[in-house]
């Protein structure tokens, strides 16, 4: 099983959609969690934590349920600058390893 | 400006020739990270540093070495025995803790 497996996509909605992503981890012994968002060929940024409680962002509410390891991202009222690359991100903790998962695509179309 | 500053943010090299990838924060960030991306394709990791002379090989070091001689710099080369080099390369550094990575704005590598 790989550490991080995400959604493959990619997503194609309408302006004003609501669209989720998950992702999935393997080790347990996991710490933290991000969402990042990556436009074509520019560095990856930091869209948001996730913590245990879920939290929430606006229109993103980004959910963590570490009995079945899993995370999730919720977009609301989906925008055409929504458009980019959304990649989970796990950190192992112990270590500091960070591990991306393959990032699920999302075009927003008028 | 803080940040992390990637160098050069294209590079192009003959086959068989090695490369160091130049990669500097003044974050005072413990934690410094290399990555590779393809077309495509997510983030793999390739070396990390958890703190100054001490790096750990990620999933696809084979090819490549790293150093960490000193907390700010952390540089990557690319060996000649790295069989598809060509791709775009993202550094990192994070806190030790449990907090995000911040990035450089990456080098794209071409090896003709």
């Known amino acids: 099983r790989k550490e991080v497996e995400q959604d493959p996509g990619p997503f194609n909605v309408p302006e004003g959609a609501t669209v989720a992503f998950n992702c999935t981890y393997s080790?347990?012994?996991?710490?933290?969690f991000f969402w990042y968002r990556q436009d074509c060929r520019k560095e990856p940024k930091l869209l948001m934590s996730?913590?245990?409680s879920g939290n929430e962002d606006g229109r993103f509410t980004a959910q963590l349920n570490r009995a079945s390891q899993y995370i999730s991202l919720l977009i609301r009222d989906s925008k055409l600058s929504d458009s980019a690359t959304y990649l989970c991100?796990?950190?192992?903790?112990?270590?500091?390893?960070?591990?991306f998962g393959k990032g699920t695509l999302l075009t927003v179309n008028p | 400006d803080g940040g992390i500053t990637q160098s050069p943010k294209y590079l192009f090299r003959k086959e068989g020739q090695n490369v160091t990838l130049s990669c500097e924060q003044n974050?005072?960030?413990?934690?410094m990270y290399w990555y590779r991306q393809d077309p495509g394709q997510g983030l793999r990791l390739i070396y990390y540093?958890?703190?100054?002379?001490?790096?750990q090989k990620g999933d696809i070091a084979e090819g490549y070495s790293v150093s960490r001689e000193k907390k700010e710099s952390f540089p990557l080369t690319v060996t000649s025995a790295q069989k598809n080099p060509t791709a775009f390369y993202l550094c990192?550094?994070?806190?030790?803790?449990?907090?995000?990575?911040?990035f450089g704005q990456g080098t794209r590598l071409t090896v003709v």
């Open positions: 991100v796990v950190n192992s903790g112990s270590n500091y390893k960070l591990t």
């Open positions: 080790n347990s012994a996991s710490q933290s």
């Open positions: 996730v913590y245990s």
């Open positions: 974050l005072n960030h413990d934690a």
């Open positions: 540093s958890q703190i100054v002379n001490d790096f």
């Open positions: 990192a550094a994070a806190d030790r803790g449990n907090t995000e990575a911040f």
